[in-house]
């Protein structure tokens, strides 16, 4: 294997580890604060009813707790956060899951934050161009479709978007036969109903939080199927709630269940742009965020080269990515370097992507891996 290669593989496992600790911790502060919210909602039969009041949630406190679990999702390498979840227990579904609608949503929102005013900023521009004598760039301040505080506080409503859940049977929502109608209704219920009871128990008049926790299973354009609460139009459903809706499918599907295995990110990706695309123009501009930031090579995604390699990626923009087969599909036990695909380099070789092989993932290929990276997956 080469210096640069080892170097990166050391610089990647001390990272997970590192990142293993801060998710333990982060479980632990969200554990409490469940935990908290199952005896204030009386499913701890035992805890007497004076100590309720102690179980309310201190939004100031809180916000110290979900601001650790925030800063470490934001200094986490996105190929650490991929490679760690499939290998944890079905039983952390529900921290899992919010951390990762916590994740997606806050870099998709991003991300349309930067293209909105963008976008705005060209329009003006474009459009008071005879008339700016005196404009130079750089001296429009940027315009944000959310300030910087807002998205703070819709991260944090990202977070605990699913605390209605608390309200209803783990063994209804872990059920590996279909649901009833009664039973997919009683569901439903912790979005608008039970989600809606959190917020008034705990004093929580945030908007934005609220409008996450209650909607985000709303439709999102005219006549959607299975969509519910109802809200008065999916035109005046605002972006960081259908952003939310967007993040909850993805993590859903992408994450392992007690009733069935985890989906192909890619796949998935896939099949959330082309259900919500042609829509109309600020919800196709959140499927371009959403595309953009997670990507159709997801770091940690196995790719097929049209020679017949499989490589392995390192970083979704390039991609950069470690070659690991032969044209045979042999293992090659030590990688020379990285390669960006996108450099002339890379396509004087013509190393391209394979678009007719969707990519997969390391649980997929595991038997083709080489060592260093089946160490990397399974540790």
């Given at each position: 294997?080469?210096?640069?290669?080892?170097?990166?593989?050391?610089?990647?496992?001390?990272?997970?580890?590192?990142?293993?600790?801060?998710?333990q911790?982060?479980?632990?502060?969200?554990?409490?604060?469940?935990?908290?919210?199952?005896?204030?909602?009386?499913?701890?039969?035992?805890?007497?009813?004076?100590?309720?009041?102690?179980?309310?949630?201190?939004?100031?406190?809180?916000?110290?707790?979900?601001?650790?679990?925030?800063?470490?999702?934001?200094?986490?390498?996105?190929?650490?956060?991929?490679?760690?979840?499939?290998?944890?227990?079905?039983?952390?579904?529900?921290?899992?899951?919010?951390?990762?609608?916590?994740?997606?949503?806050?870099?998709?929102?991003?991300?349309?934050?930067?293209?909105?005013?963008?976008?705005?900023?060209?329009?003006?521009?474009a459009?008071?161009?005879?008339?700016?004598?005196?404009?130079?760039?750089?001296?429009?301040?940027?315009?944000f479709?959310y300030?910087?505080?807002?998205?703070?506080?819709?991260?944090?409503?990202?977070?605990?978007?699913?605390?209605?859940?608390?309200?209803?049977?783990?063994?209804?929502?872990?059920?590996?036969?279909?649901?009833?109608?009664?039973?997919l209704?009683?569901?439903?219920?912790?979005?608008?109903?039970?989600?809606?009871?959190?917020?008034?128990?705990?004093?929580?008049?945030?908007?934005?939080?609220?409008?996450?926790?209650?909607?985000?299973?709303?439709?999102?354009?005219?006549?959607?199927?299975?969509?519910?609460?109802?809200?008065?139009?999916?035109?005046?459903?605002?972006?960081?709630?259908?952003?939310?809706?967007?993040?909850?499918?993805?993590?859903?599907?992408?994450?392992?269940?007690?009733?069935?295995?985890?989906?192909?990110?890619?796949?998935?990706?896939?099949?959330?742009?082309?259900?919500?695309?042609?829509?109309?123009?600020?919800?196709?501009?959140?499927?371009?965020?959403?595309?953009?930031?997670?990507?159709?090579?997801?770091?940690?995604?196995i790719?097929?080269?049209?020679?017949?390699?499989?490589?392995?990626?390192?970083?979704?923009?390039?991609?950069?990515?470690?070659?690991?087969?032969?044209?045979?599909?042999h293992?090659?036990?030590?990688?020379?370097?990285?390669?960006?695909?996108?450099?002339?380099?890379?396509?004087s070789l013509?190393?391209?992507?394979?678009?007719?092989?969707?990519?997969?993932?390391?649980?997929?290929?595991?038997?083709?891996?080489?060592?260093?990276?089946?160490?990397?997956?399974?540790?």
């Amino acid at each position: 294997m080469s210096i640069e290669v080892e170097q990166k593989m050391l610089e990647l496992m001390q990272a997970k580890k590192n990142f293993l600790k801060k998710y333990q911790r982060a479980k632990q502060l969200f554990s409490d604060l469940v935990k908290s919210q199952e005896r204030l909602f009386n499913k701890d039969s035992q805890k007497k009813k004076d100590d309720e009041d102690s179980d309310i949630i201190n939004v100031g406190e809180s916000v110290h707790a979900i601001n650790k679990i925030l800063e470490m999702l934001y200094e986490t390498d996105r190929l650490i956060l991929n490679s760690t979840k499939d290998y944890f227990s079905t039983d952390d579904y529900l921290f899992q899951h919010s951390l990762g609608v916590c994740y997606i949503g806050t870099v998709v929102l991003k991300r349309f934050n930067e293209l909105f005013s963008q976008y705005i900023k060209n329009m003006l521009t474009a459009k008071f161009k005879e008339t700016l004598k005196h404009y130079r760039e750089g001296d429009m301040a940027p315009f944000f479709y959310y300030p910087p505080e807002a998205v703070r506080t819709i991260s944090m409503g990202y977070l605990i978007h699913d605390m209605g859940k608390i309200m209803i049977p783990d063994s209804l929502l872990n059920k590996k036969s279909g649901l009833s109608r009664d039973e997919l209704k009683e569901v439903q219920k912790h979005a608008g109903r039970y989600g809606t009871l959190f917020l008034k128990m705990n004093g929580i008049n945030n908007v934005y939080v609220e409008n996450i926790i209650k909607y985000h299973h709303a439709a999102i354009y005219r006549n959607e199927k299975n969509a519910y609460p109802v809200y008065q139009s999916p035109s005046d459903l605002p972006p960081y709630v259908k952003i939310s809706k967007l993040a909850d499918i993805y993590s859903a599907m992408t994450l392992k269940r007690s009733y069935g295995e985890a989906g192909n990110p890619t796949k998935v990706v896939n099949t959330i742009f082309r259900d919500y695309s042609g829509r109309d123009p600020i919800l196709q501009l959140i499927l371009y965020s959403f595309v953009k930031e997670i990507g159709t090579c997801p770091e940690g995604s196995i790719l097929t080269l049209k020679n017949g390699q499989s490589v392995y990626v390192i970083n979704s923009r390039g991609p950069e990515v470690i070659v690991f087969t032969d044209q045979a599909g042999h293992t090659i036990e030590s990688a020379e370097k990285i390669i960006d695909l996108s450099s002339h380099s890379s396509k004087s070789l013509n190393l391209f992507i394979d678009d007719q092989h969707r990519p997969k993932t390391p649980i997929e290929m595991f038997d083709r891996l080489p060592e260093y990276l089946k160490k990397f997956h399974s540790e």
